[in-house]
């Protein structure tokens, strides 16, 4: 299975950007790449997930490099809301299967 | 409202007593599975099913069983419970299609002592 590297933590002020960035150098042709987020005692919820084109919602961008071999999570501005681990994960487009790594916490600051 | 349900939230049992945590989900999802989420670890899969009767083992499926007679519930089992089982545990449920946004139910505290 194919893994991600991410940092283990960030810091990011309110109301500036955030890049979380995301290494999958062994990452499949057929491979989705999907981020979820974590806030404390709640279950992983979904942020936004791509194959080869960058991706743009409400919540989120997500930049995915030509080679397909790193990622980057943008949040265009941080709230206290935002402050929570995220998951950068591969999807096998056959099985679904979700690999999740260790995550990056994200701590957001007033 | 589209979500996944977990019972109990929170259970204490002791070693060897049986027990199962129910999971249901309200949108027609193909795809179930079970995590178990420890300190240090992440979020590791147990078991998966992309269908009725159609079940298959994750990572670290050992001490567990699951079913899937109906599409909507997938209840996970513990025959035998051990304290090494103590865990958080989220059940998440996906359409099929490669992609999909997986939903995730609220988790399930679990203590064995």
């Known amino acids: 299975d194919a893994k991600t590297t991410q940092p283990n933590s960030m810091e990011s002020n309110e109301e500036e950007p955030v890049h979380l960035p995301c290494n999958h150098s062994t990452i499949s042709g057929t491979d989705y790449i999907h981020w979820y987020r974590q806030l404390p005692s709640q279950g992983p919820e979904y942020v936004i997930h791509?194959?080869?084109s960058n991706v743009n919602n409400r919540m989120a961008s997500l930049a995915i490099a030509e080679d397909r071999k790193s990622s980057t999570l943008i949040l265009h501005r941080a709230t206290l809301r935002d402050a929570a681990v995220y998951y950068c994960?591969?999807?096998?487009?056959?099985?679904?299967?979700?690999?999740f790594g260790q995550g990056t916490t994200l701590q957001v600051k007033p | 409202e589209a979500q996944v349900t977990q019972n109990p939230r929170y259970l204490i049992t002791v070693t060897g007593k049986k027990l199962t945590v129910t999971c249901s989900q309200n949108m027609n999802h193909e795809y179930m599975s079970w995590y178990r989420q420890d300190p240090g670890l992440g979020l590791r899969q147990i078991y998966y099913?992309?269908?009725?009767?159609?079940?298959d083992k994750g990572d670290v499926p050992e001490g567990y069983k699951v079913s899937r007679k109906e599409k909507r519930n997938f209840p996970l089992i513990l025959e035998s419970p051990s304290p090494n089982q103590t865990s958080l545990y989220f059940c998440?449920?996906?359409?099929?299609?490669?992609?999909?946004?997986?939903?995730f139910g609220p988790g399930t505290r679990l203590t064995v002592t």
């Open positions: 791509g194959l080869t």
């Open positions: 998440a449920s996906r359409r099929l299609q490669g992609g999909s946004e997986q939903y």
């Open positions: 994960i591969l999807s096998a487009s056959n099985t679904g299967k979700l690999i």
């Open positions: 099913s992309m269908n009725v009767e159609v079940t």
